[in-house]
């Protein structure tokens, strides 16, 4: 299934070499690495005597250490045979199980990580390794969820230019660009996200975003108007806020009282909460994600990596979302459900309090190994904040899913019980205060 996978996988390349595949290319997939490789870092051998079994597949590195009793020569198709015998130690079965691939074994190493941290924590960097290799994953489709979509999500076929007039650019990324846009028929502003497919799996993944903000409607998140589908391009149409949460972090970080930082916590929360009691994840919590306005409102935002748990799969496995604010068991490909969004909520509290999330300076390889590996990241300056601050983050911080708290939990903290009533107002005057400073 990897290698179908691949041939549409227009990212897909060799785990050694890393050239890109072509429609054409031939891809093999290492039965001991379970990596693919292209023809030339390859080889193909066949069984020595039952020709008709289906010959095995090595990249180089870990064919060339395999234990055998006969020599190899591969053959100008890639094919393996037998030639003369010859006298070699065998690999014991725990000596097998314990190597890691020489490829593997060299990336591990250029970053930083020493042998013994490798001993100690394997399974963590095999399945990180996975993950930096393969990339990430598409969202398996589901015959429920796009009975759901296609009821839901309506793409209009006309012009969305003679409805909204563009202002200016307020945005540009690898899939599209962000507009502020006026309405001609009311005057109302909107952001415009623009984004022309590249091909069908892309367009498949714009309207499931599109499906699960529309379904996911609520005071705490940010709120969907319309979609077009016109000139080669997907038109998504969305409230208009003043920014995000990275926009005050970079500018005020450390200098946001505590009062408001609950506020922030509390409505984010309210957003997961409704999340997930539709069996819901976000994926990509993190302060750029966390959007804001000048009257104090707070609402999440890009649900491009947002995710429908069902009864028939309530767990998930694929690896999605920014690395910095990655739960340890999204990190290693373990199985996950929505606790994963409160760990990175515990993230973007330290990033508030201390102006960047853990190992964001870390080589993003290092970075996954620390967060699947080290102890959960803690508030440096202790003595600066209450015990409830404290308290709230490390329940959002802990290691083991299970044993970490739920949306639901949070919400009954005192940290959060705690909000005074007119935190909209205090968190409205404070942006106002900033956003005139800015203009100074």
Same mark, same amino acid.
């Given at each position: ?27 093999? +997939? ?13 080889? +193909?051998?066949?069984?020595?005597? &039952?020709?008709?079994?289906?010959? *095995? ?16 020569? +591969? ?18 079965? !725990? ?25 100690? =924590?394997?399974?963590?960097?095999? @399945? ?6 393969? @990339?990430? *994953? ?47 028929? =009311? =005057?109302?502003?909107?952001? &415009? ?26 005071? =705490? ?28 972090? %970079? ?54 990596? !947002? ?31 929505? *606790? ?8 973007? &509290? ?9 190992? %964001?300076?870390?080589?993003?390889? +290092? !970075? ?10 803690? %508030? ?61």
């Amino acid at each position: 299934m990897d290698i179908i996978a691949s041939v549409f996988d227009r990212h897909s390349k060799c785990a050694s070499c890393n050239k890109l595949f072509k429609l054409s290319s031939k891809r093999r +997939k290492c039965v001991i690495c379970k990596l693919l490789y292209c023809k030339r870092c390859s080889v +193909k051998e066949s069984h020595p005597h &039952l020709g008709f079994l289906a010959p *095995k597949r090595y990249c180089l590195s870990c064919y060339n250490e395999q234990p055998s009793r006969t020599t190899k020569k +591969k053959t100008s198709n890639g094919q393996i045979q037998p030639d003369s015998p010859m006298l070699q130690r065998r690999e014991t079965a !725990a000596e097998k199980e314990q190597r890691l691939p020489q490829g593997w074994q060299n990336m591990v190493t250029a970053v930083g990580i020493s042998n013994e941290e490798l001993e100690e =924590n394997k399974d963590s960097i095999v @399945g990180i390794m996975s993950f930096m290799l393969e @990339g990430v *994953k598409p969202m398996p489709s589901r015959m429920s969820f796009d009975l759901t979509m296609s009821n839901r999500v309506q793409l209009l076929q006309t012009n969305p230019e003679e409805i909204y007039q563009i202002i200016r650019k307020i945005g540009e990324g690898g899939s599209g660009s962000v507009y502020v846009v006026k309405n001609s028929q =009311n =005057n109302e502003t909107f952001a &415009l996200k623009r984004i022309r497919p590249k091909n069908d799996k892309q367009r498949e993944e714009i309207v499931n975003e599109i499906a699960l903000t529309v379904l996911s409607q609520n005071p =705490n998140v940010l709120s969907y108007y319309e979609s077009y589908d016109y000139n080669g391009f997907i038109w998504i149409v969305v409230e208009l806020m003043k920014g995000n949460l990275t926009d005050l972090i %970079l500018d005020r970080w450390g200098r946001i009282p505590e009062n408001l930082m609950a506020y922030i916590s509390r409505e984010v929360i309210r957003g997961l909460a409704f999340l997930h009691h539709q069996h819901r994840i976000h994926r990509d919590i993190k302060s750029d994600n966390v959007l804001i306005s000048l009257d104090g409102k707070v609402k999440l935002g890009d649900f491009g990596y !947002a995710a429908q748990l069902t009864t028939d799969q309530d767990k998930r496995h694929t690896v999605v979302g920014t690395p910095s604010w990655m739960a340890p068991e999204l990190v290693v490909g373990s199985d996950y459900d929505t *606790k994963v969004d409160i760990w990175s909520l515990g993230i973007v &509290l330290l990033e508030m309090a201390e102006g960047e999330p853990p190992y %964001l300076r870390e080589n993003p390889m +290092k !970075a996954l190994y620390l967060i699947a590996s080290a102890a959960p990241p803690r %508030l440096q300056n202790r003595t600066k904040w209450s015990e409830d601050f404290k308290s709230f983050v490390e329940q959002c911080l802990v290691k083991e899913p299970n044993e970490r708290a739920s949306s639901d939990t949070l919400l009954t903290h005192p940290f959060i019980v705690n909000v005074p009533s007119d935190a909209e107002q205090q968190f409205s005057r404070f942006l106002n205060e900033w956003a005139q400073s800015k203009r100074r």
